[in-house]
């Protein structure tokens, strides 16, 4: 039998419009699969929960809503979708950048490498991150980043995975780093649970989702050409061209799509509450 999964997201009122944006993108590429979204607003072809009386002043709160809400629904796999993400077409099963393993996000910069340039992540220098990363488990020649904006993981291993991560993001904290970073505890429980790290890695899942770190769409949504990614510690570039766009540079663009639908009333589906441009030529 083919697992089933479903999208989740939760917003606040200031990001309703950009989720908006996100799921009629996907819709209009033939995406059916359910959105659930935690909001304190209705959103347009999703289904909608009212946000849970937790503490959402940090990132531990996504760890923690996953853990005690999320996990309630019955599907066997849970699909992170970050507020700015642009779908170009429809991905088909995302469940293949999973590789067998239980959990997967796309595995980015290399801590550990010869050749980085920057010194540092979430002001953490690069060589700390690794050793706090070293002293939580993770033994790989490789300690990658990751980008909080999609991520996979299956309802029966939901418990380990936020305790990994809630777990380093303390361990961030006494360290004496950002509280508000998200990224570090999810790249230690992704890491501890993949399996063979490699396999998640952007060179192998670009054709699924890449973020635009250097703005290629910031004057226009993404249209499915090709575009030039970076590399945040090395700095090295290469083409990719990803169905799922993490469009960090055109929130306002993906918001506006999302104002349109929300004067609309239809298709809206809610639940009581529950446990320059660098692209080339054509």
């Given amino acids: 039998m083919t697992p089933n999964y479903a999208f989740w997201s939760v917003v606040d009122s200031s990001q309703v419009d950009r989720l908006q944006g996100s799921i009629r993108s996907a819709r209009q590429r033939g995406v059916f699969k359910d959105f659930h979204v935690w909001s304190d607003q209705p959103i347009e072809q999703a289904i909608c929960h009212p946000v849970p009386k937790l503490d959402q002043s940090t990132p531990g709160f996504k760890f923690t809503l996953l853990r005690d809400f999320v996990k309630q629904l019955n599907y066997d796999y849970f699909v992170w979708l970050g507020v700015d993400s642009y779908f170009v077409r429809n991905p088909g099963q995302v469940l293949r950048a999973l590789h067998g393993s239980p959990v997967h996000a796309t595995l980015e910069g290399d801590a550990c490498a010869s050749n980085n340039r920057a010194a540092a992540w979430w002001n953490c220098s690069l060589s700390r991150y690794a050793r706090l990363m070293q002293a939580r488990g ?73 973020a635009d770190r250097l703005g290629c769409y910031r004057t226009g949504l993404p249209d499915g050409r090709p575009w030039m990614y970076e590399d945040e510690f090395s700095g090295d570039r290469c083409l990719v061209n990803p169905a799922i766009v993490h469009a960090i540079a055109c929130k306002d663009l993906l918001a506006a799509p999302g104002r349109r639908a929300a004067n609309r009333s239809d298709h809206i589906s809610q639940v009581p509450d529950q446990p320059g441009d660098l692209r080339p030529t054509s």
Avoid at 183 to 194: F, G, H, I, K, T
């Fill in 138 to 210: 993770v033994k790989n020649r490789s300690i990658f980043s990751v980008d909080s904006g999609f991520w996979i993981v299956h309802h029966d291993v939901i418990d380990r995975f936020c305790d990994l991560a809630l777990d380093f993001w303390e361990l961030w904290k006494r360290d004496g780093h950002d509280p508000n970073a998200m990224e570090p505890a999810l790249a230690n429980a992704v890491q501890l649970l993949c399996g063979n790290p490699y396999q998640h890695t952007l060179a192998n899942n670009s054709e699924l989702w890449a």
